[in-house]
């Protein structure tokens, strides 16, 4: 049977759509991950929610040597999905170069294996931050790309201008990108969810971990926004509609429906949601109140984001199952299966 390689494959989006991809069949899965960010554990959830036992192979992706002799031993593949990145904004402003040499070091990589091994089709995780600060809402894929605010998204912006140009030369080979706003949640069986780390950064993970007790308390990082209530505007989609977006993208490759060898998509669930309604439909849902203060503004955040995801509605005729509810619910039962099984 034909391989999709998955790079990133013990990591949260990776995982999500391994699981998707054994739930549609067709294709074997490997997975490369050296678990920079994630857990080899991740192998065995999968294999809990899907009967599946995928192999990881333990490669820096930086590492070409490695990396090609993988291509070596592994006949078949027909496709890469290429999620393997760090991810930190604050991280990545920390230790720069770190990310340059991670994120573009491994995608020249791929690329060169997609090259020399003649991998028809290529699916790349961008992010919503290559857009910055928009002037008009909302975001479709025509709007221009903004000045990056930190080395994390300049990394998906000059990713994104890497692939530009290597599909140019390789019109035999092609591409999509896809460019996600804010991913969360969990397998809805709340098997499966974000390993973050201990100090995270991001709301959800917060809310989720202040709710259980991990955290003492948390803030809103500015209430003075122009906004409906002064908080900050998401986008949030949960993260198995996210992976089953892989499937369809690779479908969409595989079965030649692709005008172009490059497409790119941004996928959001097109519904913005504040700061503070989602912490009061987390306090709802789980009837679990919050322990959390209004703050500054935290530098770097954009007022307001969210996506028309129509051109994903239409050529990859992929649309949101999955509801704020549901992932407010699938990201709690996660914490809660983490604090039962620490
Ligand atoms: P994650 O950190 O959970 O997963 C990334 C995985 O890549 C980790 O398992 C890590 O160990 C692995 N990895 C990193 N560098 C590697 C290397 N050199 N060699 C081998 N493995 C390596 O992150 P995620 O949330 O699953 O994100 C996946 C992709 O989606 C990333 O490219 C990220 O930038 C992008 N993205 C994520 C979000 C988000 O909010 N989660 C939003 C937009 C885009
Ligand atoms: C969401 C909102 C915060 C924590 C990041 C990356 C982006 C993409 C998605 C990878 C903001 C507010 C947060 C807290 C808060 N990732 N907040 N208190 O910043 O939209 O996007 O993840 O590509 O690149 O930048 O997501 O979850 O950090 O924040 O008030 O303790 O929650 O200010 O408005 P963000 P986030």
């Not at 490369?32 to 333990?58: H, L, M, Q």
């Not at 809402?137 to 025509?142: A, D, I, K, Y």
């Not at 906004?227 to 505007?233: E, P």
């Not at 503004?297 to 051109?311: E, F, H, L, Q, T």
Request: charged share 25%; aromatic share 10%; with cysteine.
């Amino acid at each position: 049977m034909s391989k999709i390689m998955v790079t990133g494959g013990t990591g949260y989006i990776g995982s999500h759509t391994i699981i998707e991809l054994i739930k549609k069949g067709g294709f074997d899965v490997i997975s490369v991950d050296n678990c920079v960010r994630s857990t080899p554990e991740t192998i065995g959830r999968i294999k809990n929610i899907t009967g599946k036992r995928v192999e990881n192979y333990f490669v820096d992706i930086c590492d070409k040597e490695k990396l090609f002799q993988l291509f070596e031993e592994e006949n078949d593949i027909i496709g890469i999905i290429h999620f393997a990145a760090l991810k930190s904004v604050p991280e990545s402003v920390e230790k720069p170069l770190e990310y340059y040499r991670n994120n573009l070091q491994s995608l020249e990589n791929v690329l060169e294996a997609c090259e020399i091994f003649s991998i028809p089709n290529f699916i790349f995780s961008s992010s919503c931050s290559i857009y910055g600060e928009v002037e008009k809402l909302p975001v479709s894929e025509e709007t221009l790309v903004g000045a990056p605010f930190c080395p994390y998204a300049h990394t998906k912006q000059i990713g994104e201008e890497m692939i530009r140009f290597f599909a140019d030369i390789h019109p035999k080979l092609s591409f999509v990108m896809l460019r996600y706003f804010n991913p969360v949640g969990a397998d809805m069986s709340g098997l499966n969810g974000e390993l973050s780390p201990e100090k995270p950064n991001n709301l959800m993970p917060i809310i989720t971990q202040v709710g259980i007790g991990k955290m003492q308390k948390m803030k809103v990082f500015g209430t003075d926004y122009n906004t409906r209530d002064g908080s900050c505007i998401r986008d949030y989609v949960h993260v198995t509609d996210i992976a089953d977006a892989h499937i369809k993208a690779l479908d969409f490759l595989v079965e030649g429906r692709n005008k172009s060898n490059l497409e790119v998509f941004n996928l959001g669930s097109g519904t913005g949601v504040t700061v503070l309604e989602m912490i009061h439909a987390f306090e709802r849902i789980t009837g679990v109140k919050l322990n959390y203060v209004l703050g500054e503004r935290r530098p770097g955040d954009v007022p307001a984001i969210y996506s028309n995801s129509n051109k994903a509605e239409r050529e990859l005729g992929w649309t949101c199952k999955y509801s704020l509810d549901d992932m407010i619910i699938s990201a709690w039962q996660w914490e809660n299966y983490l604090k039962n099984n620490a």
